[in-house]
């Protein structure tokens, strides 16, 4: 059963000139429990398209299709309705904590302001219940942390913080978007981790948004794949990483690192602006596969096979050797 179901999804922001599309036609859906993993390089789309489920698109920006929460359609929510849902049943850890948690509030008090927001606890049961999220994700003497500022801890405790005020009200939708950021290796696995063991907890579905494959690959049961604010490839993970058919894919996995000594396979060319993109498929100017007819008309998402499709009409001669 879908938890969340987005169709035809379309960003556009306004500008001095011509409006900006910066997501066109996107369809997913995620199953309850389940990790979605979003991924693609940097200004792809991925980051706004969590902010617009989350209801946080700026205010140049506006949102068109459908977006699906148990049942409720996202874009027709007035304000008050969104805001109530945030943070209760849905709820998101940004890419970069140090600029997300207020550097003069202490981590109890915004960890308590959560509950007594959404949950209606009284202030001190509230922070006795942030000493229990700080114990849950890990924290060490989590009755002297949650007296503290978010400047008195490290870049892995933050994101730690992060976590437990996402996870407060025990949402049914947890965006993780880009969780991992700026944290060493060791620090990420345990934040990855994290992460899992409060899903299975917790029974929550989870959309990862990443650029980094590898975390997809050990975290996400479905991926998609997004370029230049379309998703152009959506498959089981197995599927993207062992038979992937869509030449945006098959050039992300070439750039992946493999061992001392492998030449890396780098993508051709750069992303062109979004004011500027081709007038048939968006990533025809960097595909080794284009012929004529792929600067004619962007193509649709053509079946590969049960629950695998891809955005490329080559798609049966596209082949990844690894």
Not at 103 to 112: D, E, R, S
Not at 135 to 153: F, G, N, T
Request: proline share 6%; net charge neutral; charged share 25%.
């Amino acid at each position: 059963m879908s938890l969340l179901e987005v169709r035809g999804l379309d960003i556009t922001f306004r500008s001095d000139t011509l409006p900006v599309t910066a997501v066109s036609g996107l369809d997913l859906e995620i199953a309850e429990s389940e990790i979605f993993g979003l991924a693609g390089e940097s200004g792809c789309g991925k980051s706004i398209t969590a902010l617009s489920i989350m209801g946080l698109l700026p205010p140049n920006a506006s949102a068109s299709g459908s977006i699906l929460f148990k049942g409720m359609d996202l874009l027709t929510l007035d304000k008050e309705s969104k805001r109530r849902l945030r943070g209760k049943e849905m709820s998101m850890i940004f890419q970069e904590p140090m600029t997300s948690l207020n550097p003069v509030l202490t981590i109890g008090y915004q960890l308590a302001e959560v509950l007594f927001t959404h949950l209606d606890m009284s202030k001190r049961d509230a922070m006795d219940k942030a000493v229990e999220l700080l114990k849950a994700v890990r924290i060490p003497s989590p009755e002297i942390r949650v007296k503290e500022y978010p400047h008195q801890m490290s870049g892995g405790m933050r994101q730690r913080v992060m976590i437990a005020m996402a996870v407060a009200c025990g949402p049914s939708l947890l965006i993780a978007d880009e969780p991992t950021t700026a944290l060493d290796v060791t620090i990420q696995a345990q934040i990855l981790e994290l992460i899992e063991r409060l899903r299975e907890e917790r029974k929550m579905s989870i959309l990862f948004i990443t650029h980094d494959l590898g975390i997809i690959a050990e975290n996400a049961s479905r991926v998609g794949i997004m370029y230049a604010g379309r998703l152009v490839e959506l498959a089981d993970t197995a599927d993207i990483f062992n038979d992937p058919r869509h030449p945006y894919t098959i050039g992300l996995l070439g750039s992946i690192p493999k061992g001392k000594g492998t030449q890396l396979r780098p993508i051709p060319g750069n992303v062109p602006r979004m004011q500027d993109l081709p007038e048939g498929c968006k990533y025809e100017n960097r595909c080794s596969y284009a012929i004529s007819a792929c600067r004619t008309a962007e193509p649709f998402m053509y079946k590969v096979s049960e629950g695998h499709f891809a955005r490329c009409i080559r798609t049966d001669e596209v082949r990844w050797n690894s």
